[in-house]
C-alpha cells in the first residue's frame, strides 16, 4: 500500500465461548439475548490492514490475498457504513485481511475477523477509542468480535442498549494456562452461517428457558474461573453448549451443526473425564468442530487420544490469547 | 403349565411414539408430564403366559425360555404386587415370557412386555375389565404399555389421576399404511433405563417449555394421521423428537441416547426428504436406534438407503399393529 495518512494495522484472535451467545434481542445491533463468555485463543488470528482514502469511490476487500466474494464484501461495506457512520467520516476503504486458520468451520473467523476489522479502521484514522467503545463497534459487525476486543478471560455482558453492550476481561490470559484443542472434524464451510442462525433462535421453544437460566451458568463459570477450578468449570461448559444445541436443533428449520464424527468426540471427552478423570470438557459454537478444552498438564493425553479417535480428526492447539492490538505497518 | 384354572397367554405389540412421554408428574403412578401419541408395530410383540397358583409361594418369571435377572424379576413382581391389590388376590404367579426382538435397545420391550403381562395376568383371574381399565394398569407397569393395549394408531392421555391417564385408539391399524423402518445401530443394552431417565426430566430447565408446547403437537399429528398427510406429519415427528431428546441431553446428568451413527442416520433421512422428496422421517426413543417412518410405496428405497449407509446398520421392518389380545394357551 502507499505511503498513506489513514493507515492502521491490527490483530484479532479467535475466541471459544464458555457461556454461548445464541440469538439477539435487537438483530440490526446485534444486541444479544444473553450474556456470554470466552477465552480468547492465541493459535488462531486474524490479520487485517485498513487504509481509507478520500480518492477511492467504493470499499474493497481481500482476503488471504485473494480479492473475496460478494457475500464477504457485502458484509465488510455494511460494518465500514456503520463505523463511518459512527465515527465521522465518509471515506472509502481498502480492507487487506487474513486468517491462519479456515474460515466458516465453526472456530470463529468472524469474531477475529471484525475484531480486527474494527480496530484498524479506527486507527487509521488517528482516533483513540475506549476499548469498551471499540468492543461495542466490533459487536456491529459480528456478536461475538465484541469478545475479540479485550484480553484473556472475556464477558460480554448484553446490556439494554449499544453503549452498555460490551465485553471485558474478567482474567487476563496469564490467570490459567487452559488448553483448547480443537478436533477439527470437517473444513467444510458450514450451510447455515451464525447470522442467519441468530434469527432462528427464538423459532426454537426452548430458547426462553436457556436465556432464562443462562446468568445463574455464567455466575458459576466465572466463579470456577477465579478459582482456576476445572471440576466446577467442567459440566457447565458441556452443559451450556448442549444447551445451545439443543435450541439449534429445535428451531424451525432446524439446525444441526454436529455431525457424527462431533459427537463421537463429545461423548469421548465426556467419557475420559468421568470415568478416567483427565480434565477436559467439551463445547461447539456454531459448527462441528469439537473444542475440548483441559488443563495444560493433561494436553498432551487429550491430544493423543483424540489422533487415536478416527484418522479423520486434525488437530489445532491453543491456549488463551490476547485482545486485539495494532501491528507496525506491513 | 400343569392344568389349571388360573392361567391365560397373551400378546402385545411394541409401539413407536410420534410425540414422546418423557418425564413423570407422579412417579409412583407413572402419571406422565404429558399426553402421547404413538403407533403399534406388527412386527414386535411380547408373548405372556401368567399362570396364578394359590400353591405357589413367590412369583416366578422366564423371559425368552431363561430365568429372568434379578431386575427384571423385581420389576415385574412389583407390577404383580400392584395387580394383586387392585383385582383382590394374593396368588402368586409363574410368568413365562418371550420377545420377538432384542430387549433393552430402544425399542420399547417394556412396552409390549408389560401390556402383555397386564392382559394375561388379568385374564388369568377371569375378571373381565375394559380396555381403558386394562390400559391404566398397564401404564403402572410401564408408561408406554399402556399405548400398547389398544390398536393401531394410539393416544396416551396424561390424565390427572389414576383412572383417568389411559390409551386409546384414535385410527385402526388399516387406516393408513405407515411402515417404520428401525435401523437398528446398536443392540446393546442401554446405559440408562428409561424408568430411571424419566426421572431426571424435570433437571433440565428445557423440560417445562416442551411439555407447555405438546398439546400443540399432539393435535397437528392428530390431524397429519386422520389426513394421511405425511409431509404435515413428518416435521411435527421429527422436531418432537429432537425436543425429548434435547431434554435428555441437559438433564444432569446428561443423557445422550444417540450414537454418532444414530445422527447419520437422522441426518440422511431428513436429507432424502428436503431434498429428494422421499416421504421419511425419523423419530427416536429412548435408544440409540432409529425409527424411520415412512409411507409404504417409499419403504423400499428408504431401506436400501439405510443398508447403504453403513454396514452395521440392522434393519428390522413393520407395518401398524394390533392391540393386545388373548392367545389359545400355550
Chains 1, 2 share one sequence.
Not at 468480535?145 to 476481561?169: C, K, M, N, Q
Not at 457447565?236 to 439449534?248: G, K, R, T, Y
Not at 493433561?298 to 479417535?309: N, Q, S, T
Request: proline residues 4%; glycine residues 6%.
Amino acid at each position: 500500500m502507499p505511503n498513506s495518512k489513514y493507515i492502521a494495522r491490527a490483530r484479532a484472535h479467535s475466541n471459544i465461548a464458555f457461556i454461548k451467545y445464541w440469538g439477539n434481542r435487537d438483530d440490526a445491533l446485534r444486541l444479544p439475548a444473553n450474556s456470554s463468555l470466552s477465552m480468547n485463543l492465541a493459535a488462531l488470528h486474524s490479520t487485517t490492514t485498513v487504509e481509507w482514502s478520500e480518492e477511492r469511490s467504493a470499499d474493497s476487500l481481500t482476503i488471504n490475498d485473494a480479492e473475496a466474494g460478494a457475500a464477504a464484501l457485502e458484509r465488510v461495506r455494511a460494518h465500514l457504513n456503520l463505523l463511518r457512520e459512527r465515527l465521522g467520516t465518509s471515506m472509502f476503504a481498502r480492507v487487506e485481511s487474513s486468517n491462519n486458520f479456515p474460515m466458516g468451520a465453526g472456530i470463529a473467523s468472524s469474531a477475529s475477523a471484525f475484531a480486527a476489522l474494527t480496530l484498524a479502521a479506527v486507527a487509521a484514522l488517528g482516533v483513540e477509542v475506549p476499548q469498551r467503545q471499540l468492543s461495542t463497534l466490533a459487536r456491529l459487525g459480528s456478536g461475538s468480535a465484541s469478545r475479540s476486543i479485550p484480553g484473556g478471560f472475556v464477558e460480554w455482558l448484553a446490556g439494554d442498549f449499544h453503549e452498555t453492550s460490551y465485553a471485558e476481561s474478567i482474567a487476563e490470559r496469564e490467570h490459567w494456562d487452559l488448553v483448547d484443542i480443537i478436533a477439527i472434524v470437517s473444513r467444510r464451510h458450514k450451510r447455515v452461517g451464525s447470522s442467519a442462525g441468530h434469527r432462528t433462535a427464538d423459532t426454537s421453544v426452548l430458547q426462553s428457558a436457556r436465556v432464562e437460566t443462562v446468568d445463574e451458568r455464567l455466575r458459576k463459570v466465572k466463579g470456577a474461573i477465579m478459582n482456576r477450578d476445572f471440576s466446577a468449570l467442567a459440566g457447565i461448559v458441556e452443559a451450556d453448549s448442549n444447551l445451545m444445541h439443543a435450541v439449534m436443533m429445535t428451531s424451525d428449520p432446524a439446525l444441526f451443526y454436529w455431525l457424527p464424527l462431533s459427537l463421537a468426540v463429545m461423548q469421548a471427552a465426556r467419557r475420559w473425564r468421568l470415568e478416567e478423570g483427565l480434565r477436559v470438557c467439551y463445547t461447539l459454537d456454531a459448527g462441528p468442530n469439537v473444542h475440548c478444552i483441559c488443563v495444560a498438564a493433561d494436553a498432551e493425553r487429550v491430544a493423543g487420544r483424540l489422533a487415536a479417535l478416527s484418522p479423520d480428526i486434525e488437530i489445532v492447539r491453543s491456549g488463551p490469547g490476547p485482545g486485539a492490538f495494532l501491528l507496525p505497518r506491513a
